[in-house]
């Protein structure tokens, strides 16, 4: 049986160093996984992480051109290492939970602050300040395969050449292994499953016209640009 509108292609990343492309199924993201952003976000750098979704479709693959979201004037870059599950699982124990993971990237959890701020103020859904379009860039996939399983190095971002995040990923509160035991006790992770790590202090708006470059030592780059709303 056919299908009753053209059938799209799956939302999916580069992989550095092949022609082939690693498709996406789930964005998972982890919130307040460094003390300190934790800090800046209002809290005691205390509390314990947290997840919520976006859409496969929200990814600009590569990352490049970015436009202005609508319905927002506050509309922030987070930097994360994103992590791209190859193998699924339920219940994973995180001493083996590397095993699941089919490589790294840089990505950018792109928020409209002020629509999460009046979610949270109202006891409401985030999915509006999170889950928009064109709300997860993200950069081509490093291979566990060729770099392994970076659980230390810096994290950057530099904004129009000003560095405005950096961080090491040691100092994640909860780390990839732990974050994907974690998820596995409440969904079954599958193939194409991505999970955003988390991004460290230093987060704030950006405008049309900025330029976007982060950085992961050993996992890559992402280069984004703010081109005005649609
Ligand atoms: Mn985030």
Request: aromatic share 10%; with cysteine; proline share 7%.
């Amino acid at each position: 049986m056919g299908y009753a509108i053209s059938l799209w292609a799956p939302p999916a990343l580069p992989i550095a160093g092949s022609s082939e492309s690693f498709p996406v199924r789930r964005i998972f993201c982890v919130g307040r996984n460094y003390a300190e952003h934790q800090k800046e976000m209002g809290g005691d750098g205390r509390e314990q992480p947290f997840f919520f979704l976006k859409s496969a479709h929200s990814l600009v693959p590569g990352g490049g051109i970015v436009h202005y979201p609508a319905k927002t004037s506050n509309y922030h870059y987070e930097t994360e290492m994103v992590v791209a599950i190859a193998k699924g699982g339920h219940r994973i124990d995180a001493r083996k939970a590397n095993d699941h993971v089919f490589g790294y990237a840089v990505g950018l959890d792109m928020t409209r602050r002020d629509l999460q701020q009046w979610g949270k103020d109202h006891g409401r859904p985030w999915d509006f300040g999170k889950n928009f379009d064109e709300a997860a860039p993200c950069g081509a996939l490093a291979t566990a395969n060729r770099i392994g399983h970076p659980a230390k190095g810096a994290l950057w971002l530099r904004v129009n050449g000003k560095q405005r995040q950096r961080a090491d990923l040691a100092e994640m509160i909860w780390s990839v292994p732990e974050q994907i035991a974690y998820l596995s006790e409440f969904y079954t992770l599958e193939p194409g499953d991505l999970i955003y790590s988390g991004t460290p202090a230093g987060v704030g708006p950006v405008k049309p016209g900025d330029e976007l470059h982060a950085g992961i030592d050993a996992v890559g780059e992402l280069k984004a640009t703010i081109a005005p709303a649609l």
